[in-house]
């Protein structure tokens, strides 16, 4: 079973880089009906990933794995949960940017949106992107049993 869940963590984990790395190439091109369906779509496929990624891991750490007091006593693993903790903090101005666009594509409208606004959008995205590649680092350091301390 433990096998199982970590298949499906680390499949939920790259759909969640797949669907921020869609966004991030959406968001440079110029938006279409298309492109701006595709991000909603994105965003949703994103929010879902994540969700997984939370469930799955949780239950990984307290139910299939090594024991939550393992975890709890190695650095990058801290370290994932606080990035993971602040990729969606991050991830929450994007989502309300992208939702905002729902409107003008139901009524089939290219939405119009402030290059300024994008902009700030894709600097979020390229912060989220970064996390991501640190909470990698920490995945690999945690799976050899760098930073481990005590019991």
Avoid: N
């Amino acid at each position: 079973m433990s096998a199982l869940f970590a298949f499906l963590h680390h499949v939920a984990a790259f759909a969640l880089v797949s669907a921020l790395a869609i966004e991030f190439v959406l968001i440079r091109r110029e938006l279409t009906l298309s492109s701006g369906r595709a991000l909603l779509q994105a965003d949703a496929l994103y929010g879902a990933a994540a969700g997984a990624v939370l469930v799955i891991g949780l239950l990984r750490v307290f139910s299939f794995e090594k024991g939550a007091e393992y975890y709890f006593h190695s650095i990058p693993f801290l370290a994932k949960l606080a990035l993971f903790i602040a990729i969606g903090l991050l991830s929450i101005w994007p989502t309300r940017q992208f939702l905002s666009l729902r409107s003008s594509l139901r009524q089939g409208k290219v939405p119009e949106v402030d290059p300024a606004r994008v902009s700030a959008i894709r600097r979020v995205l390229h912060w989220e992107l970064a996390c991501v590649v640190v909470l990698i680092l920490c995945a690999a350091l945690m799976a050899r049993g760098i930073g481990h301390f005590g019991a």
